[in-house]
Nanobody, 123 residues
Framework: QVQLVETGGGSVQPGGSLRLSCRYT?????MGWFRQGPGKEREGVAA?????RTRYGDSVKGRFTISKSKNTLYLQMNGLKPEDTGIYYC??????????????????????WGQGTQVTVSS
C-alpha cells in the first residue's frame, strides 16, 4: 500500500504559479499527477518514472514540471489558465516499465490515489 497526501492547492489569477506537493509513504517506479475539472473526466497531467524521465499531457507541456525527491512528489505549475481549474490528485502505480507508466497515465489507471487538492484559476 502507498499513502499519498497532497498540499499546495489554492486560488490564483491567470498567468500565476502554484506548486503542489505530495508526501508519500513509499516510492514506486511510476508516479504522477491527475486532475478533474468541473463537469470533466479525470485526466492525466504528468508522470515521472524511476529514472526521472517525465511525460506530460498536451495541454500542460511547457508550463508544468513534475519532479520528485526522497518522499515528496511535486508539480510546479506556471502560466496558469482558467481551464487548469480542478481537483488535482497525486497517484502512484506499480508499473515497472516506462511505456506502461505512460499508458496508464493516459488511461487514468494508477493503483494508489491521494484525496486531491483544489486549484482555482480565476480573475
Amino acid at each position: 500500500q502507498v499513502q499519498l497526501v497532497e498540499t499546495g492547492g489554492g486560488s490564483v489569477q491567470p498567468g500565476g504559479s502554484l506548486r503542489l506537493s505530495c508526501r508519500y509513504t513509499r516510492s514506486t517506479d511510476c508516479m504522477g499527477w491527475f486532475r478533474q475539472g468541473p463537469g470533466k473526466e479525470r485526466e492525466g497531467v504528468a508522470a515521472i518514472d524511476e529514472d526521472a524521465r517525465t511525460r506530460y499531457g498536451d495541454s500542460v507541456k511547457g508550463r508544468f514540471t513534475i519532479s520528485k525527491s526522497k518522499n515528496t512528489l511535486y508539480l510546479q505549475m506556471n502560466g496558469l489558465k482558467p481551464e487548469d481549474t480542478g481537483i488535482y490528485y497525486c497517484a502512484a502505480d506499480r508499473a515497472r516499465l516506462q511505456a506502461q507508466c505512460w499508458l496508464r497515465l493516459h488511461r487514468v489507471e494508477f493503483d494508489y490515489w491521494g484525496q486531491g487538492t483544489q486549484v482555482t484559476v480565476s480573475s
